[in-house]
């Protein structure tokens, strides 16, 4: 199985600055990566696919990039509503694809 | 837009069987190009993917998990189920049905909001 393992835990930023978020893979998987936002008491909804491609409706302040095992996603300034957990996922290996265990964003 | 909706019963006692429905609306699943999964995700935890269906019936399930579920589809109504036999405390969790989308079929793009599942007598 892959492991996906997120850095940091928790993150704590302030309204309008950057956030930096990693996802590391214990073994390549390729372009095969998604990011995905949740928030208290709602469904994840799927922010990144590919690696770097943004889902339908994705403000721009939303990006993601890497390669291999190294992955990033980058909240450009974050906004009230960009508090959340966020988990990665691989599929390349599909159908096993498995999760990264999330960071939290909070406010600092 | 497509919605997935999550519907049965919150309660469950040890040792039954859960039963859970996921009814999709603004697309059929007969139309193909999807795998349709239900994952869950237990309180306060991160996300576990239990399984995919197509719409033909062909099934993947998640071998780090016990072989107690089982993922079928009813294409009249356009839903898909889980079964999951000999429940126990370890099963308490909110279960979300999504859509697996992507040309290897590798990403959720579509989810129901989540329906939380509790074991206990």
């Known amino acids: 199985e892959i492991v996906m393992t997120q850095s940091p835990a928790t993150l704590s930023v302030s309204p309008g600055e950057r956030a930096t978020l990693s996802c590391r893979a214990s073994?390549?998987?390729?372009?095969?990566l998604a990011w995905y936002q949740q928030k208290p008491g709602q469904a994840p909804r799927l922010l990144i696919y590919?690696?770097?491609t943004r889902a339908t409706g994705i403000p721009a302040r939303f990006s993601g990039s890497g390669s291999g095992t190294e992955f990033t996603l980058t909240i450009s300034s974050l906004q009230s509503e960009d508090f959340a957990v966020y988990y990665c996922?691989?599929?390349?290996?599909?159908?096993?694809?498995?999760f990264g265990q999330g960071t939290k964003v909070e406010i600092k | 837009q497509v919605q997935l909706q999550e519907s049965g019963p919150g309660l469950v006692k040890p040792s039954q069987t859960l039963s859970l429905t996921c009814t999709v609306s603004?697309?059929?699943?007969?139309?193909?190009?999807?795998?349709w999964s239900w994952i869950r995700q237990h309180p306060g935890k991160g996300l576990e993917w239990i399984g995919y269906?197509?719409?033909?019936?062909?099934?993947y399930y998640n071998p780090s998990l016990k072989s107690r579920f089982t993922i079928s589809v009813d294409k009249s109504k356009n839903q898909f189920s889980l079964k999951l036999s000999s429940v126990t405390a370890a099963d308490t969790a909110v279960y979300y049905c999504?859509?697996?989308?992507?040309?290897?079929?590798?990403?959720?793009?579509?989810w129901g909001q989540g329906t939380l599942v509790t074991v206990s007598s």
């Open positions: 999504a859509r697996a989308a992507g040309s290897n079929y590798g990403y959720f793009d579509y």
């Open positions: 603004g697309g059929s699943i007969s139309s193909g190009g999807y795998y």
């Open positions: 269906i197509y719409y033909s019936g062909s099934t």
């Open positions: 073994q390549s998987v390729s372009s095969n």
């Open positions: 590919g690696v770097s």
């Open positions: 996922q691989q599929y390349n290996n599909w159908p096993r694809g498995t």
